[in-house]
Antibody, heavy 121, light 104 residues
Framework: EVQLVESGGGLVKPGGSLRLSCAAS????????MNWVRQAPGKGLEWVSS????????YYADSVKGRFTISRDNAKNSLYLQMNSLRAEDTAVYYC??????????????WGQGTLVTVSS | DIQMTQSPSSLSASVGDRVTITCRAS??????LNWYQQKPGKAPKLLIY???SLQSGVPSRFSGSGSGTDFTLTISSLQPEDFATYYC??????FGPGTKVDIK
């Protein structure tokens, strides 16, 4: 069974940093691109970042470019999101999501349960 | 960047109704369009990928169509468990703003 479990969320002050983790199991993690998607309270989904299976290709939304860094450790079946210079508008539930490689159509077929990041003084 | 829009932003419907949600891309995305369902407090669930392909395990009352810039998600006969928010997504990235389907 595919499982994605996020951790690392919490309360942080504006300007602070936080590192999110996503532990993957039930599939060959090193074969899949992975993504972070966030959802502010009461708002819609916002794609944040993606990383290819071997970390060769990395993309960011303009809203986080230069502040967030996505990475992965295939030996540990883990995905990370380092978040620096946090702002109030970064407050959201952060989901990790697997990109379906079988169809190669860029759909996110499995999602974690999410971890809440709150940026407030 | 390509912008995604959805209409309506919300709708009220009854069990058994046929429901149609529209998604529009600001420029052509071919068939690189996916649909998700999200219930309160839960992670999104993939329903349709590549505009019209049903994800494994998703009931056949859900269907998708379209290509280029205009896409549609149809629920042929709304069931109680279908009351949720639906999002379209340009493959690999941006999501639409969502359509909330609630009980009339």
């Amino acid at each position: 069974e595919v499982q994605l479990v996020e951790s690392g969320g919490g309360l942080v002050k504006p300007g602070g940093s936080l590192r999110l983790s996503c532990a993957a199991s039930g599939f060959t993690f090193s074969s899949y691109s992975m993504n972070w998607v966030r959802q502010a309270p009461g708002k819609g989904l916002e794609w944040v970042s993606s990383i290819s299976s071997s970390s060769s290709y990395i993309y960011y939304a303009d809203s986080v470019k230069g502040r967030f860094t996505i990475s992965r450790d295939n030996a540990k079946n883990s995905l990370y999101l380092q978040m620096n210079s946090l702002r109030a508008e970064d407050t959201a539930v952060y989901y990790c999501a697997r990109e379906d490689s079988d169809t190669a159509m860029g759909a996110f077929d499995y999602w974690g349960q999410g971890t809440l990041v709150t940026v407030s003084s | 960047d390509i912008q995604m829009t959805q209409s309506p932003s919300s709708l009220s419907a009854s069990v058994g109704d046929r429901v149609t949600i529209t998604c529009r891309a600001s420029q052509s995305i071919s068939s690189y369009l996916n649909w998700y369902q999200q219930k309160p407090g839960k992670a999104p669930k993939l329903l349709i990928y590549a505009a019209s392909s049903l994800q494994s395990g998703v009931p056949s009352r859900f269907s998708g169509s379209g290509s280029g810039t205009d896409f549609t998600l149809t629920i042929s006969s709304l069931q109680p468990e279908d009351f949720a928010t639906y999002y379209c997504q340009q493959s690999y990235s941006a999501f639409g703003p969502g359509t909330k389907v609630d009980i009339k």
